[in-house]
């Protein structure tokens, strides 16, 4: 489970991240939806420990990132917005190089890999170098890596910039299989659709803040319409008046 | 421990993948010093050589007017020719560099000289030329010894011994070892192997920082349960390998090709074998580290891989600076200098060449101090990997 606790975070005059409050139970999709320059990434940031708070705390299975930083990540798998993966090594190595990091090895890491290159689909491009890897087929090399150590949370900054549509489709079974296996899934997006298809709770952030948040029928239920764009739309214009 | 020696292993590996890499550490350090290094060593030698045995040649004009100093200096093997000028043509023609030297003798040379008053004549040369140098320093003393013998007749006309015009005589007495002649040749030695393995270990110093943010992949290893020192000590130890593989490659390199410099010639020695060329290699050991260390650093500031890139090559120039002055200034190998990095390593070697044995003292003192910096500079690097503007 993934508790964020008023965080909050500022960078010179701009703030970034006022104030946000959110909870990403086990066995449950939750998506941090918000326009661009919201807070998203500087909040997820927060979150895997690259940047530290301001204000507020992060916690990992009740383990907070600031103070333990090596327990508490150790039970994450965070893909950054735009992770990069080494073009020199191959897919597998790529994946392996993450998994020893992460403190595995010998013949458990080998089958965990190859566990990994079933589920992801990665078996044809497994043992060529990532150079000249297509944007779908690096996301699954990244996606791999970090589920690598078999992490009971997940945090997703944008992943499914880019993709083309099988791509998208492969990729939301992946997660609703490991919402299944009762993982904890954090991930964030600015598309409307991606949010509202796979989503059992919906974060609603704007100017750094939270505007709304609940399951998608409490969001849509706010609106007349029952649509729950015209929910997003009418929980920004709560907080910036048109 | 563990992940140190994972982030080591990967960055080894990946960079021997990489042609910039494998280009810098194992062709241009190891094959470009010293192949210019010898290129430069034959161009002196041969240059050297030429002054010692080539005939000297020499324009005179008015040669006529002194036909004993003409057949004196033909005696004395010099290949004379007539010069058609004037003074004023004499200093075109040396100017245009038609001509290294020109002597000329003016008219009244030889009415001056029988009625015993000093004649003079005048020897026009380019100093800024450094190649006609020896030539015009063997044409002086030439003339000179013309001169003296002049002064020797005059003496014994008179009924004097000709030793009374000589009341001292300087012997050069030249102490210095074949090898250590070499040695002011042979001072660019050095320079080129510290040169070399900061070249080995450029491009890994610049892949596994700067190219590691542009490439987004170092946001992704921040988030590992790992602690970052042990990420960037591996990434700098990675860095060492690649430069001892540069500089061992280089001194072998080295090793070989001195043998084909054709030192003997000038009564010189290279004192290069098996053994200086190990002793060479353990007193830059300490050295590396430095230099993995700074690389590290400086390119885990930039913003870029390009941007890296311009700041390394600039950096090479820095440990460079002491060992030129040191070069120039030929400063002695002091114990007092020996905490200073890459100068304590030139004079080192300087010495393992000129076949003296090492100071312990000094060798301690260097490779102490050298390390300690190292560490230093390390330790720096991962404090700024505790900070978080270093995703950039």
Known sequence: ?242 | MRALGTVFLKEVVENARDRRTITSALLLGPLGAPLLFTVLMNVTLERERHGFEAPLELAIAGGSEAPNLVAFLKGEGVEVREFGGDANGAARAVRAHERRLVLVIPADYGARLRSGLPASVQLYSDASDTSAAGDRVRAESLIRGFANQIATWRLAARGLAPTLSRPLIVDQVDVSTPAGRAVTLLGMLSYFIVFATLIGGLYVAIDTTAGERERGSLEPLLTLPVARRELVLGKILATCAWMIVSLTLTVTAFAVSLRFLRLEALGMAANFGPHVALATIGVMLPFVLLGASLMTLVASFTRSYREAQSWLTALLLIPTVPIMFAALYQVPARLGLMWIPSLSQHLLISSLLKAESLVPASVLVSAASTLAFGALLAFIAARCYRREQILG
């Open chain 1, 1 to 242: 489970m993934i508790v964020l606790e008023a965080l909050a975070k500022r960078f010179g005059a701009v703030e970034a991240v006022r104030r946000v409050d959110l909870t990403a139970a086990d066995g449950r999709i939750t998506g941090l939806l918000g326009p661009n320059g919201a807070g998203k990434s500087t909040t997820l940031r927060m979150l895997y420990g690259v940047l530290r708070p301001d204000r507020g705390r992060s916690l990992i299975d009740g383990l907070d990132v600031a103070r333990e930083p090596v327990a508490a990540l150790g039970r994450l798998g965070a893909l950054p917005h735009n992770a990069g993966i080494y073009p020199q090594l191959t897919a597998r190595e790529n994946v392996r190089y993450f998994g020893r990091l992460s403190g595995l090895g010998g013949t458990d890491l080998e089958r965990r890999i190859d566990e990994l290159v079933g589920l992801l689909e990665i078996g044809e491009f497994a043992d060529r170098r990532a150079k000249g890897f297509s944007h779908g087929q690096r996301l699954k090399v990244a996606l791999a890596r970090t589920l690598v150590h078999a992490p009971q949370n997940l945090v997703l900054d944008e992943p499914g910039n880019g993709l083309d549509v099988p791509a998208t489709r492969s990729f939301r079974k992946l997660i609703v299989r490991l919402r299944d296996a009762g993982h904890a899934v954090l991930f964030s997006s600015h598309v409307m659709q991606e949010v509202a298809a796979l989503c059992d709770d919906i974060v609603i952030i704007s100017d750094g803040r939270v505007v709304a948040h609940g399951t998608p029928a409490e969001l849509t239920s706010t609106v007349a319409s029952g649509s729950l764009e015209d929910a997003f739309v009418a929980a920004l214009e709560r907080v910036t008046p048109a």
